[in-house]
């Protein structure tokens, strides 16, 4: 476990220590959610793009059906056409 110190700045910026970011492979425009504890606890988790989540959830569904690649790629495609990105 690391443990560093921190401060918020202006608008409620907290800088992450670079040691923390880099162990946790933690890059610029990640979104985590955060959510109180309370007692002034707050827990940072990540939060997957909705877009990775959607491929992934595809990508399972034609693997348990046995599609091939061909098939795979023809799906996304047409997925990809009609999600507003």
Partial sequence: MTIDT???RS???ITIPKSIRETNHIAEGQQ???VSLG???I???PRPSQIN???NDLRDTLL???ATLEE???ELRSVRENVNV
């Fill in 39 to 41: 007692q002034g606890n």
């Fill in 6 to 8: 921190t401060e918020v």
């Fill in 32 to 34: 985590y959610s955060v």
């Fill in 72 to 74: 795979m790629l023809v």
């Fill in 53 to 55: 989540t959607m491929c």
């Fill in 11 to 13: 608008r409620g910026v």
């Fill in 43 to 45: 827990l940072l988790t």
């Fill in 64 to 66: 348990a059906r046995g």
